[in-house]
């Protein structure tokens, strides 16, 4: 029977045999995942897709990535399926019926329950440390249980309250960025413009190698800085990478790990430095300027611990604050009423010229709301994802009505989007009535603020976000350990900049309601010059 199978077996009926066995096979899993969810719980509404691997979704979601419109790739494919009854999923799926299926969520319950209430069954997943190996190593971002367990406690000391209230650092950095805002040692023929995004990127550069390294990389003095462009094309090309999901391996790779060498190549001699020292010298060091790398250096003397963690923590200290810091001052010149309002708070407390203190800064509720505002509308880690480690569920999202919980066997993919979340109306009070229809003369404790408009007035005016419906920093057991420090350093500069100068005009910036364009690069950042000009203060 074999050997006439065998005989009678040309080239096209191999191909054919073959393909039929794939289906088969596919199919055979197919009905093995089904039961598996099924056990769990239910699907969420599946988005239809047309090719295998959902290569077509894949696709589309490149085509709005070019045109850097990830945000609408979202409302328009993610969260405009609808339920069985009708109503907007916030949690859908594709590739069901497959080992490739991958979940996206905008639903807080659901968040909540990924960060913190099954906290154990999700992760970031093998295939996300593989993916990310050559970039971010085995450090805190890319590693799960024992491995980012043990990261953690490393890195958690770093933060403590008593060695982040210093602020000489930030200062040491605010000096150099100030001539520039004024509008000195510009871009010839600009006359007093300045982009601030390009320059907070140098500003905290600088203060993060400062800071971590003991030694700037001093790239507001010259910002041909090899280490800032590498690790600029590094975080580009790793974001692209990631998206192509299952095509990724096909991509070419040589110049990314070109930069990552040239990357390496500048941290390296940081290393070799302080591992030839003594752990009495290290100790020295703890009374006079410890920096980060020193304090790693005590714990550990792996060469590869130390530069996987130093990578990570300069990803997570630079792009982040430059970027928010950026998007706040975009919106501050554009709303020079908020600018008023703040300054004045600044100014009453402070006047122009004292430098604020760790609790200045924490007391100043109006500049906490600027600050909570920015991260709200442009939350910097606007895209994440998990893991299932195991066989588990999600508490929403399943059934017609989408209150029951979704089956998620081991190994499956959870995208969630704080950025979109923290953009949904459903989640924030509707608007009153219309004048004239029932209602609209009804008093509210809280006045109506439009969730898609930038309005830091919104923190002081009673209103409050519900738990898990504000994560900039993320939750759970894996929130960000740099909040405080970040919260510092962003106070500072702009309480720093508005006691310098007392107005900020916009040049050419999109109208107020409008997002200024976007790049997604692992980070949120402004993608175009965000230019203005700083009017100084008379002192
Ligand atoms: C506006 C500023 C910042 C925002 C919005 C932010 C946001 C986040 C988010 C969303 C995560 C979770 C990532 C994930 O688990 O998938 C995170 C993690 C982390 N952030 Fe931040 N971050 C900021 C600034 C900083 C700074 C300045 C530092 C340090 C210098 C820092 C250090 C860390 C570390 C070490 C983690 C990893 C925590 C863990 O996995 O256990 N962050 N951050
Ligand atoms: C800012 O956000 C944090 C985190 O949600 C919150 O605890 C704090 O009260 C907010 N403060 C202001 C003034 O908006
Ligand atoms: C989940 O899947 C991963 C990868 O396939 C495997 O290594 C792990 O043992 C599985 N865990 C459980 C609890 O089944």
Redesign the pocket.
Known sequence: MIEELLKNLTPARAVLGFIGFCILASYIRGVQIERRIRRLGSHAPILKTYLPLALDFIYKASKYAERREELKFWRENVQSAPLPNGEMAATVEINGYSGFRGIFTVDPENIKAVLTGQFADYG?GYRFHREWKDFLGDS??ATDGEL?SA??HL?RPM?ARDRIVDTENFEKHIHKLIPYLEGNNNKPGKGNVVDVGALFFRYTLDA?TDYLLGQSVDSLDDPKVVFAESFQYVLHRQSELFRAGPVSPLLFRKEFHHNLKKMDDFMQPFIDEVLTMSTEELDKKLSKKDTFLHALARFTKDPKVIRDQLV??LL??RD??A??LAFCLFELSRNPTVVSRLRTEIIDRLGNSRKPSYSDLKEMKFLTAVLNET?RLY???PF?VRHSLKDTTLPRGGGPDGRSPIGVPNDTRIFYS?MNMQRRRELYDPPPPPPGTPGSKEKRAVPYFDPLLWIPERWVSGWQPKPWHF????GG???????Q??ML??GYTVTRILQHFCEIEAVGAPPVGQDPPFKFDVTLSPQDELNMIFKKADV
């Open positions: 970031k805190i971002f980012w990261s953690r890195i933060f993060a990570a923590i997570a200290g982040t604050t970027a928010t991260m939350p910097v880690v994440n704080t994560i900039p920093f993320n057991p894996r929130i960000c350990l740099g909040q420090f970040a350093e962003m």
